[in-house]
């Protein structure tokens, strides 16, 4: 797996790019296609680009992510 040139959160950028998030993911760029395509899933169109803005990312992240017991 391709290591993150990103060592924190907050050096992300502020909306991230398809490549960027299948990097981060740890996935392919189809994957995130996919994802980009479920109901929900935070992302927007600027022109022919899809960027998902990294704090509704992490709050969709957070909201599917079951604890462990």
Do not use: C, H
Not at 20 to 37: C, M, R
Request: glycine share 4%; charged share 30%; net charge positive.
């Amino acid at each position: 797996m391709k290591k993150s040139i990103y060592k924190s959160y907050e050096e992300l950028p502020l909306l991230l790019n398809v490549k960027q998030l299948a990097d981060l993911l740890g996935v392919s760029d189809s994957s995130v296609y996919e994802l980009i395509q479920e109901n929900g899933f935070p992302s927007l169109r600027i022109g022919k680009r899809i960027v998902i803005p990294k704090e509704e990312l992490r709050e969709w992240i957070t909201a599917r992510t079951k604890e462990v017991q």
